[in-house]
DNA sequence: TGATGTGAACCCATTCACAGCC
DNA sequence: GGCTGTGAATGGGTTCACATCA
């Protein structure tokens, strides 16, 4: 454990180190140089032995007494989650919401940049959608290949979802967004990440009714407990 | 309604009721009149003691020997979820991802319904999305209040999701799904969910990075050693 | 002195395995 | 016999608390 750490990280700690890596950024962009891990843990709002924890997984790059230089941390995280690289990525559907991904800053800000978006509608193909023209879903192998796309993003109705992961997957794409509500079968190995919109939604919708019903936990009863994320 | 288990349910738990009230829908739309925790299961890819664990929280819905009834167990999850009722939201931000949600009919088609846009720019304003006027942000709490809007989304770009987030609290919204990558200050008993595009990117990322590594766990054999970075 | 890094304790979630009921 | 419902066992994640070191 001296130089290169890289055990595996645990999806808990993982699913963190995107927020504490804005964090850093920002603080980046002000000047900031050193942080602690209280400071972090304030501003990622989650408690200090958490964060201290999901950063020791990474390696030492603390400084005791001290904390963490910001610039030196933000690049340790980059490195870790692989973004020191550029990622090629394809859409499969070009309706509002693929085109609205594909449009979306946040993604090419962030080293993801696409490469192609598919579809299967003859009267969406040609057309231009963030920056690139949009083809045949046939195309897909040949673009996954040309441009060494590894990952994919699913934007098509629920009722497509399921066979654009098995064109993807058979155009050897490793991982797969799917923003699609359906839960798909893919092969061991394949990694999917679901975003749903409606399910979130649903889950305010179950915090909302117990708070009416006066069920949501409030401090000031027995079963404490706090529910915000 | 006083039959009501009504414990919390745990959020994990909480987290899959929407995916097994998806797949109930679909069973019901095949006809298919029951169903058991192993076909739920394989469905939902998830194991079956983890769903009868899971509905158990509910009630005691099932029979034994036989399974769920799909039609009586859809509607068990729907009214504890509190899918029953129409939850009208408002939209902060009228950009692409604004634009985008307020189109998506899958939001509709759930019982939630859009019932206002705001936005800043003037330029947005006055213009129709989603089937909706866009209204100034200053007038989210007459709206908030005049169609008793419990649910928020966050749709503006990061520099502005702490004020809008601010602004729906002060309006009385009780939850927010926020879309901005910000991680937001909110009073205690606000619920926040933050759905985060890139985010989930960057760990497909470091999925897609150790996968080509090597170093992705795979079931097969303990290659955990070093490899030169 | 002050903040990191981390074993140990704790707590929640998952899985097992079987009693209970149809 | 078959499948649910659930205590008990396991495992992972979080938090505590303190040894450690700049």
Redesign the interface.
Same mark, same amino acid.
């Given at each position: 454990m001296s130089d290169?750490p890289?055990?595996?990280?645990p999806e808990a700690a993982?699913?963190r180190?995107?927020?504490y890596?804005?964090?850093l950024v920002d603080l980046g962009t002000e000047n900031v140089a050193q942080v602690s891990s209280e400071q972090l843990a304030e501003?990622?709002?989650v408690n200090a032995a958490k964060v201290r924890k999901d950063l020791s997984y990474l390696g030492t790059y603390g400084t005791r007494g001290v904390g963490y230089e910001v610039q030196f941390l933000m690049y340790q995280i980059q490195?870790?989650?692989?973004?020191n690289?550029s990622?090629p990525?394809v859409i499969v559907g070009a309706g509002?919401?693929g085109?609205?991904?594909a449009?979306?800053s946040?993604?090419a800000?962030?080293?993801?940049h696409i490469v192609g978006v598919v579809d299967k509608d003859e009267s969406k193909i040609g057309t231009v959608v963030g920056g690139v023209r949009v083809k045949h879903v046939d195309e897909l192998a040949s673009i996954v290949q040309s441009k060494a796309v590894?990952?994919g993003i699913i934007a098509t109705p629920a009722q497509h979802a399921q066979e654009a992961a098995d064109a993807l997957v058979r155009a050897g794409v490793?991982?797969i967004?799917n923003f699609a509500?359906t839960?798909l079968?893919v092969p &061991?190995?394949v990694?999917v =990440?679901k *975003?749903?919109?409606?399910?979130?939604?649903?889950?305010? +919708?179950?915090?909302?009714?117990? &708070?009416n019903n006066g069920? =949501?936990? *409030?401090?000031t009863g027995e079963?404490s407990?706090?529910? +915000?994320?």
């Amino acid at each position: 454990m001296s130089d290169s750490p890289r055990r595996r990280i645990p999806e808990a700690a993982l699913g963190r180190l995107p927020i504490y890596l804005r964090i850093l950024v920002d603080l980046g962009t002000e000047n900031v140089a050193q942080v602690s891990s209280e400071q972090l843990a304030e501003l990622a709002a989650v408690n200090a032995a958490k964060v201290r924890k999901d950063l020791s997984y990474l390696g030492t790059y603390g400084t005791r007494g001290v904390g963490y230089e910001v610039q030196f941390l933000m690049y340790q995280i980059q490195r870790e989650l692989g973004l020191n690289q550029s990622w090629p990525i394809v859409i499969v559907g070009a309706g509002n919401l693929g085109q609205a991904l594909a449009n979306f800053s946040g993604i090419a800000e962030r080293g993801f940049h696409i490469v192609g978006v598919v579809d299967k509608d003859e009267s969406k193909i040609g057309t231009v959608v963030g920056g690139v023209r949009v083809k045949h879903v046939d195309e897909l192998a040949s673009i996954v290949q040309s441009k060494a796309v590894n990952i994919g993003i699913i934007a098509t109705p629920a009722q497509h979802a399921q066979e654009a992961a098995d064109a993807l997957v058979r155009a050897g794409v490793g991982s797969i967004m799917n923003f699609a509500p359906t839960v798909l079968a893919v092969p &061991r190995g394949v990694n999917v =990440r679901k *975003v749903d919109l409606a399910l979130e939604l649903q889950i305010l +919708s179950y915090y909302e009714q117990t &708070r009416n019903n006066g069920l =949501r936990a *409030v401090p000031t009863g027995e079963h404490s407990d706090s529910v +915000s994320a």
